[in-house]
């Protein structure tokens, strides 16, 4: 019904609607009927059918709402692979993980106002706090813990028994920098993680800005 509104043909509908059920991996339940899919499998289903005409531009309101665990990643991988199809899609939502896991570009809107636009990396840098480095060393080192507070791009240092916090003066991952300066300072380094920003935190890094000035 859906593709006649649309003016396909019916061999037309029948081909691609084979196509989009494996795209967004609902083939297998094709002729189940849609009272026995869950909530998940029915916003992929739901993609599918939008998807029929085959459309260059894709608006999707919150796709994720309302939806467990397993049907968001259900609902975000079907995002991915329709955007690998060549379709762009504008995604509009609250769940700022999902949105950092599979836009390329980002707009943070408030009160109607566009307040920041670019890559999710861009804004991340531009507004969250700064990043932190984790270290685990085979064993505690005063020396090590000199040689990191004297690098102009840290912050502070603190420590646990073997394990060092290192706060940064900057976004940039400087991972080998840490391990190039712990090593010559004769410690052995087990394990070496770094906390980027999240969009989360650019979120609230941004609004708290507006809010200051007196912009909402």
């Not at 009927?33 to 939008?50: C, E, I, N, V």
């Not at 052995?188 to 609004?207: H, M, N, W």
């Amino acid at each position: 019904m859906y593709g006649r509104m649309y003016g396909m043909g019916s061999r037309q509908i029948k081909e691609r609607s084979a196509e989009l059920l494996e795209l967004v991996g609902l083939s297998d339940r094709s002729r189940d009927k849609l009272s026995t899919y869950s909530k998940g499998m029915l916003q992929r289903f739901g993609l599918a059918q939008a998807l029929l005409p085959n459309p260059r531009l894709l608006v999707l309101d919150e796709p994720s709402s309302g939806l467990d665990p397993v049907g968001m990643v259900q609902v975000r991988e079907a995002i991915r692979r329709i955007v690998g199809q060549g379709t762009t899609v504008f995604l509009s939502s609250h769940f700022l993980f999902e949105v950092q896991q599979v836009a390329d570009e980002i707009t943070i809107i408030n009160h109607g106002r566009s307040f920041a636009s670019g890559t999710v990396e861009e804004v991340t840098k531009r507004f969250s706090s700064k990043a932190l480095i984790e270290v685990e060393l085979a064993e505690a080192s005063p020396k090590a813990l000199e040689a990191l507070q004297v690098l102009p791009f840290v912050g502070g240092v603190e420590t646990s028994g073997r394990k060092i916090s290192i706060r940064l003066k900057t976004s940039d991952d400087v991972r080998m920098e840490i391990s190039q300066v712990l090593t010559s300072s004769g410690a052995v380094v087990i394990s070496i993680t770094y906390s980027g920003q999240s969009l989360e935190d650019a979120f609230v890094a941004l609004v708290a800005r507006v809010v200051s000035l007196g912009a909402v």
